[in-house]
């Protein structure tokens, strides 16, 4: 049954003869789930199944890189260079279309963001010189030839015929985000003089020669050709220009556009935007785009919720609707809105640990949902132990995530959660400005916990004894961290508060109007947003951190920092006094003591404490000495990520799960 809010958004579409289910689509994401020689692999082939089956229309796979040599930009990055890797995309492309989504594949030159440790000569190649910052007369990229520029439109060719041969039933140009075709049609990094620069036609040559390559190489298979519709970098493209160049690429033979927007180098927080960006912000540029291309349009970035998708569609802002992170997070997303159940979705909350994780190298995930990029990991079934007591201790994320599984894998489940509700530190979290959306992912939990045979237990501290009997297969200690203790005169005073309480709610701290300056002392993520929790409220804050102001929120997702540091340096509310340390608190006066040694005396009507914050080991000890099974996850075990306390939990469960099922036979 579908449900008829959004019948539009799952209405059929076609584009040229390409016949799709809905309006639905999957935006490339590279998964870094390859080979090291470029291969597609079974976790990949899992992992995109999983998403088609999900609901999606037409999905696009992730970046594909058409000449390995001198394009790769991450170490376990797809390519389609040779024919050596030609059978991977057949399966995949039959897993893709055995639940029935159109497999489209975009191709990708990483260009001057090439990996220089993987390339040959380990320098990118870019419409133009760049100088190294080093200063010694090094490039961090080289102008191309018009020889090289000519055999990258044939390596865009040649793997466009091996993406036929695969059964790729679309094409996508990955023309988008600073990678080598939109670093030709920018100004900002096309310097070139001769007939592939200069002048608006001379930047569009070489993309409007591979795209003519890659038409002869498709015949009547639609391209998508994906834009950055605005850089927003100085001196770079802005909607105003892709409002002229959108029509020429479609004179050039792209039949549909795909507006993302921003630059890798310079507007990061554009391409994949933390939670501050508003819900459907990029629309007005796929609307512009369509206006002026007249052809169909994909439009992408920051749609959360099926509402948004269906009131583009019925607006006319774009044809399709690209989906990115929503579907790392819940890959059933297209199915259950389809059928209504929109509160079900797991949703996206653009936390971006999913980047974190990429570009550290661990490969594709989502810090709500630990099954995105194991795929092939077997269900959780606690086998024989079914219906034995498992207990949890805490119930922040961690802990609601490991009392969920837990229940789902058979266990009789029980989460204690000391205070007189559920969430922890993703209330902490979710409680400064522009980070509501956290409180998307809580109420998820709340629903999927108010659903589930999980017994709750609020204000419930156990002991020993209540833990011991009867005795659990497991206790789980998800009970996070506590303050670290300070060695400062004066600590005990009244007008000293735990930072996180207060974003956990407690509104004792208060000050009245017209009071001195709220004094918060800590530079770490905690700080800086409590800094900015305070100064929403009106309050004068002085920021006070033993760091440099540089290293401000050093700990925080790095899209998310390069925001949140930009609006600290513009809030005139908050004041920020680095390399400074607290000495003494005596009612409303703070003794300061700069690196230099110097001290100052500073008048603050609170002081709010957030010098970190450790876990407490006592409860663990004790389980151990009692000879009681028990694990330690989450922020109990090390501070961390809200990702990281989901994706304890759930090794935890798989790995009881996982002692509960017969031991295969070894041939070795
Ligand atoms: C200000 C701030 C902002 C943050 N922002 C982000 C962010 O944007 N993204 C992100 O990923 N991470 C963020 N974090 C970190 C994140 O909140 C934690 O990593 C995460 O909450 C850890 O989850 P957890 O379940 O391990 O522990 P917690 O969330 O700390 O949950 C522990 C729970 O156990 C309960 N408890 C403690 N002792 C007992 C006991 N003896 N018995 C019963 N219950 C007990 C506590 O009351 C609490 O509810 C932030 C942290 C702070 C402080
Ligand atoms: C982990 C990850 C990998 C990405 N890889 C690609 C890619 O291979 N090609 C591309 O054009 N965009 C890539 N993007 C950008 C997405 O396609 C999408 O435009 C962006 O995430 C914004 O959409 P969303 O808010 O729906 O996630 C990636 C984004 C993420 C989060
Ligand atoms: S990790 Fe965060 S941003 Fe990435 S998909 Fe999951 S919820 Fe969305």
């Not at 091996?162 to 920018?186: C, D, I, K, Q, R």
Request: aromatic residues 6%; glycine residues 12%.
């Amino acid at each position: 049954m579908m449900d008829a809010r959004y019948r539009n958004l799952f209405s059929p579409f076609r584009l040229g003869d390409l016949s799709i289910r809905n309006r639905l689509v999957m935006a490339p994401m590279s998964t870094g789930l390859a080979s090291l020689t470029g291969a597609v692999t079974p976790q990949q082939i899992a992992f995109y199944r999983a998403r088609a089956a999900g609901g999606v229309g037409l999905l696009i796979v992730e970046f594909t890189c058409v000449q390995r040599k001198f394009g790769i930009s991450e170490r376990h990055q797809l390519s389609l260079d040779t024919v050596e890797n030609l059978d991977g995309h057949c399966r995949l492309v039959a897993a893709i279309r055995r639940e029935g989504a159109v497999p489209c594949l975009q191709l990708q030159h990483g260009g001057m963001a090439a990996k220089r440790q993987l390339i040959e000569g380990g320098v990118p190649l870019g419409p133009s010189d760049v100088p190294g910052s080093r200063g010694e007369g090094g490039l961090a990229a080289r102008a191309m030839s018009g020889t090289e520029i000519e055999c990258i439109v044939e390596c865009f060719g040649r793997a466009a015929e091996l993406g036929v041969a695969a059964g790729y039933e679309a094409f996508e140009l990955h023309g988008a985000h600073g990678y080598l075709l939109s670093s030709f049609l920018s100004p900002l990094t096309n310097r070139r003089d001769d007939a592939w620069g200069g002048d608006e036609e001379g930047r569009l040559r070489f993309p409007a020669t591979a795209i003519a390559r890659v038409k002869q190489a498709i015949g009547k298979r639609p391209l998508i050709y994906r834009v950055s519709a605005d850089e927003f970098a100085p001196g770079g493209l802005c909607i105003e220009d892709m409002e002229r160049i959108a029509p020429r690429l479609v004179a050039a033979g792209v039949d549909a556009i795909h507006v993302s927007t921003g630059n890798g180098w310079h507007s990061m927080e554009k391409v994949v935007e933390p939670m501050s960006a508003p819900e459907g912000w990029r629309l007005p540029y796929a609307r512009r785009v369509k206006a002026a291309a007249g052809v169909a349009v994909i439009a992408v970035g920051q749609i959360r919720w099926p509402e948004t998708a269906e009131d583009a569609i019925v607006r006319g802002d774009a044809d399709l609707i690209a989906l990115g992170r929503p579907l790392l997070a819940d890959p059933e997303w297209g199915n259950k809105a389809r059928r209504g159940d929109r509160d079900d979705i797991r949703p996206c909350t653009s936390c971006n640990y999913c980047n974190t994780i990429g570009l550290a190298g661990l490969g594709i995930g989502c810090a709500e949902n630990p099954l995105t990029g194991r795929e092939l990991d077997l269900p959780f079934d606690a086998g024989s132990r079914r219906g034995a007591r498992a207990v949890v201790v805490g119930a922040g994320p961690g802990g609601l995530a490991a009392a969920l599984m837990l229940d789902a894998a058979g266990y009789r489940a029980e989460l204690h959660e000391s205070r007189a509700m559920v969430g922890g530190g993703l209330i902490a979290s979710a409680a400064p400005p522009f980070k509501d959306k956290l409180n998307w992912y809580l109420d998820f939990l709340k629903r999927r916990l108010a659903r589930s045979g999980v017994r709750m237990l609020l204000q419930s501290r156990p002991g020993l004894a209540a833990l011991r009997d009867p005795r659990p297969e497991i206790i789980v200690l998800a009970a996070g961290a506590s303050p670290v203790q300070l060695p400062i005169e004066g600590l005990d005073g009244d007008s000293v508060f735990d930072a996180y309480e207060i974003l956990m709610g407690d509104e004792s701290w208060r000050p009245q109007p017209g009071s001195a300056p709220v004094l918060v002392y800590g530079g770490g993520e905690a700080g800086v947003e409590t800094a900015e929790y305070v100064a929403e409220l009106g309050l004068p804050v002085l920021l006070v951190t033993r760091s440099p102001a540089a290293k401000l929120a050093r700990s925080a997702e790095l899209i998310y920092r390069k925001v949140l540091r930009a609006r600290i340096a513009a809030n005139q509310g908050i004041q920020v006094v680095d390399n400074t340390c607290i000495t003494r608190i005596a009612g409303e006066v703070v003794t300061l003591r700069s690196s230099d040694g110097s001290t100052t005396d500073v008048r603050a009507c609170r002081v709010l404490l957030a010098q970190g914050r450790e876990p407490d080991r006592g409860l663990a000890q004790r389980l151990a000495e009692a000879g009681l099974p028990f694990a330690v996850i989450g922020d109990n075990r090390r501070g961390g990520r809200i990702g990281d306390a989901v994706l304890d939990a759930y090794e935890m469960v798989k790995a009881l799960c996982a002692a509960e099922r017969p031991q295969r036979e070894l041939n070795c």
